[in-house]
């Protein structure tokens, strides 16, 4: 019996030490990781433009970016998306809101990002770029001070995503769009599948369409990628 019981203890440690995220799990927990999430300043590498053909593809052309738009991004991190979508897009303005705006200073957005992403670009950004401190449910903006809202992988960290879709139908001008990236489960439920780092709350289809559509929104389109990444565009009643 004894064998038997070390042996299950033995495979079980091995278990856990073979996967690639348990040290980072750790790491988290001892807070070796920033605990808002930040392990670094990323900046979307130049040589990388199969994916940045992907980004165009996927993001740009869905989410209908067009000039004049003023464009609330929420959990942005060091706002490469946006950058991103800055390469193809003119005269846009997003706020860039996260609970930690270590990385979207004006500082670096002037004297790294910019730089970097117009040098991608092969020309200057147009775009203007503004950062905004925010909670993960609420958005530090005015009512009706946007006609888009865009939630990129993000959903699933909310502590409260209903609270945060009400902010988001508040500061959305009438008929302005939710747009949200996120990945699906077949069920309700918290896992690290997605997010291997801290986890987060993943919902069905369904019911994250149903919850949101309760607030005030119309679902207009789901874009499926695969078996659970989607794009969900909403319009503010």
């Not at 033995?10 to 690639?20: D, G």
């Not at 209903?162 to 009438?174: G, H, N, P, Q």
């Not at 699906?184 to 997010?195: E, T, V």
């Not at 005030?216 to 009643?237: A, E, L, N, P």
């Amino acid at each position: 019996m004894n064998i038997l019981k070390n042996f299950l203890i033995f495979a079980i440690l091995c278990l856990l030490l073979s996967s690639c995220n348990f040290f980072i799990r750790l790491r988290y927990m001892n807070k070796k990781i920033d605990e808002k999430g930040h392990t670094n300043c990323y900046i979307f590498p130049k040589q990388d433009t199969s994916k940045l053909k992907s980004y165009k593809n996927s993001y740009v052309r869905t989410f209908d970016l067009k000039k004049n738009d003023t464009v609330v991004s929420i959990g942005v991190g060091s706002g490469w998306r946006e950058f991103l979508f800055s390469i193809f897009t003119d005269g846009l303005t997003f706020y860039m809101e996260d609970i930690d705006t270590s990385c979207i200073t004006k500082e670096k957005i002037k004297n790294i990002y910019l730089p970097h992403y117009s040098d991608m670009r092969g020309c200057k950004l147009t775009n203007n770029f503004i950062p905004v401190v925010g909670t993960d449910t609420t958005v530090d903006l005015k009512n009706n001070s946007a006609n888009k809202v865009l939630i990129v992988n993000v959903y699933h960290h909310f502590s409260n995503d209903i609270s945060m879709v009400k902010e988001c139908k508040r500061i959305l001008k009438t008929n302005g769009n939710l747009m949200i990236g996120e990945f699906i489960m077949r069920k309700n439920k918290h896992s690290h599948r997605f997010c291997k780092v801290v986890g987060g709350n993943y919902k069905s289809e369904n019911n994250f369409v149903k919850d949101i559509v309760d607030i005030g929104f119309k679902c207009d389109t789901i874009y499926r990628q695969g078996k659970h990444y989607r794009i969900f565009i909403f319009t503010k009643k």
